[in-house]
């Protein structure tokens, strides 16, 4: 051990980094044993390291940023977000809002499943009936409402909804097509889709796929003929991987990871602006009497965060603090106001609220973010600052914390979650994760509990609008309203950063965090 000569006083930065390293040492043991893939990929195989366990190639309740790319590598959905955000077709050639409640729509012509099935008009609704029926669904969140499927020609069909949703055509990118015969409620284990590649052997239990390329993809050969995909937790262990040519590509790698791999011969980063928000949101399920049903002592403990030295420290300037409940990347987002540190404030404000001495429960997923145990611990030690003691608990990938995320596990204050912005929309996204009621709240879909009439009201409102100049008007009004609520203690918008092999190219990395695998190639 390497001692600070007396006369050097560590510097705040150089603290957060032995108190997050000391944190995540202790959070992060019960994967050091892991260990990495071994075997480097053939010459015409692809091998993915992903950070979380890809339990499945449904997108139902499976939902991190970086499946998406294998999952639609295997299943398709009517439309699809591409570069710069923008809206592409997929399974549909013509996607129209024909009323202000009305799409038309019509599938491609000549598409089939990789057995050989035709794609279908009752797969579509089916599909949607599917999605309806899924609680807890991140994708169900999204949607104002489901829209209903009128078939009109046997490839041609109408989706109405009650109330307008201008940006139907963007929300259906989410709803995967499965053939009607095979499609559940729960997540599908079976691999049948429209994509480029099959399900040639899995082990969802580990996390690992096989992919194979299905010969007659209607969308054109791809280049890529397997693709490994691989869980490894332990991120050391993927980034050693990477360096000896064992994994092609990882995903969401932290600073110090960027850092190592940094003009390293054989390896290449791709990095871009992300659409997910990051939050220590709020348990909005606690009884009336509880310190954190009163919005003053949620705002207090915001106090309470140096989110400078987050991002400067343990991010490594990886991110950026949030202005906003949403990024300010989408489209329709509002700046609504700053987090600032101040934890004599904190200890003020607390103890006038009658707040002195309080305890709190962190709880998240490891993976759910870069870096996240030791955002955890240093949150925790500025906690301490303010005179509030705070547990940790770390859920490892494949957990149960879906069950306390809906308030059917056991007992929790703060969450760190990440929210992707998978439409480039803000209404959307706060569609999920603000507008919920009562019954969403009884069926486990209310987001953390937040349930509040008036804002839902304000966004359905909002999402019903088909004039962009007043939806937008509608939009930052409620978007203030929210941010009013103090829903979350601290937020930022991570940037996305993957690291590849040389060898691979035609990586386009997405904001949305994920790519393409119909473009990629392999090289030599």
């Not at 949101?281 to 003053?296: G, I, S």
């Not at 007043?470 to 930022?492: G, I, N, Y």
């Amino acid at each position: 051990m390497t001692r600070t000569p007396p006369s050097e006083t560590p510097s705040r930065r150089t603290l957060l980094r032995w108190g997050a390293a000391g944190g995540a040492g202790l959070a992060l043991s019960p994967l050091t044993a892991c260990a990495g893939p071994t075997g480097a990929p053939g010459p015409g195989t692809l091998t993915l390291g992903l950070n979380r366990s890809l339990v499945s190639l449904d997108n139902k309740l499976n939902q991190f940023d970086a499946a998406v790319t294998v999952q639609r590598a295997v299943r398709q959905a009517l439309t699809a977000i591409g570069p710069d955000m923008r809206l592409t077709q997929v399974l549909a050639d013509r996607f129209e809002m024909t009323a202000p409640t009305t799409w038309s729509v019509r599938l491609r012509d000549g598409i089939r499943y990789s057995d050989g099935r035709p794609v279908t008009v009752d797969d579509v609704a089916t599909a949607v009936r599917m999605y309806g029926k899924v609680a807890g669904s991140f994708i169900l969140g999204l949607f104002p409402e489901l829209p209903d499927v009128e078939a009109t020609g046997e490839r041609t069909f109408r989706l109405h909804t009650r109330k307008p949703v201008p940006v139907l055509d963007r929300l259906m990118a989410n709803i995967l097509i499965t053939p009607a015969k095979d499609n559940r409620p729960e997540e599908l284990r079976s691999g049948v889709g429209t994509g480029p590649y099959r399900v040639a052997g899995a082990n969802s239990g580990a996390g690992e796929y096989t992919l194979a390329r299905v010969p007659g993809y209607w969308g054109g050969r791809p280049p890529v003929e397997r693709v490994r995909v691989r869980f490894v937790p332990e991120e050391s262990s993927r980034v050693v991987a990477l360096r000896s040519g064992e994994l092609d590509v990882i995903d969401t790698i932290t600073p110090d990871s960027a850092e190592q791999l940094t003009g390293l011969p054989g390896v290449h980063l791709e990095q871009t602006s992300g659409v997910r928000i990051c939050q220590f949101f709020y348990n909005f399920r606690k009884p009336k009497k509880h310190p954190l049903a009163d919005a003053r002592v949620r705002q207090a403990l915001t106090y309470a965060i140096d989110g400078e030295s987050l991002v400067r420290d343990v991010l490594t300037d990886s991110a950026e603090q949030a202005q906003g409940v949403v990024p300010l990347s989408l489209e329709g987002a509002e700046r609504t106001g700053r987090y600032a540190h101040d934890p004599s404030r904190a200890r003020q404000l607390l103890r006038s609220l009658g707040a002195d001495g309080l305890r709190i429960k962190i709880i998240w997923e490891s993976g759910e973010f870069a870096a996240d145990a030791s955002v955890m611990e240093a949150v925790a030690e500025m906690l301490k600052e303010a005179g509030v003691r705070a547990t940790l608990q770390q859920f490892e990938p494949g957990g149960d914390i879906l069950k306390w995320r809906q308030g059917k596990g056991g007992d929790w204050d703060v969450i760190g979650n990440g929210f992707p912005g998978t439409t480039g929309q803000a209404t959307t996204m706060l569609q999920a994760m603000y507008a919920g009621t009562a019954e969403d709240e009884r069926t486990g879909d209310a987001f953390m509990g937040y349930v509040i009439p008036g804002i839902a009201r304000q966004l359905s409102d909002a999402a019903t609008e088909t004039d962009p100049a007043t939806r937008d008007r509608k939009l930052a009004a409620a978007q203030h309203a929210v941010w009013d609520t103090w829903p979350a203690m601290w937020a930022f918008v991570p940037k996305t950063v993957l690291a590849r092999r040389a060898r691979v190219d035609g990586v386009r990395l997405l904001p949305i965090n994920s790519y393409d695998l119909t473009a990629v190639r392999l090289e030599g």
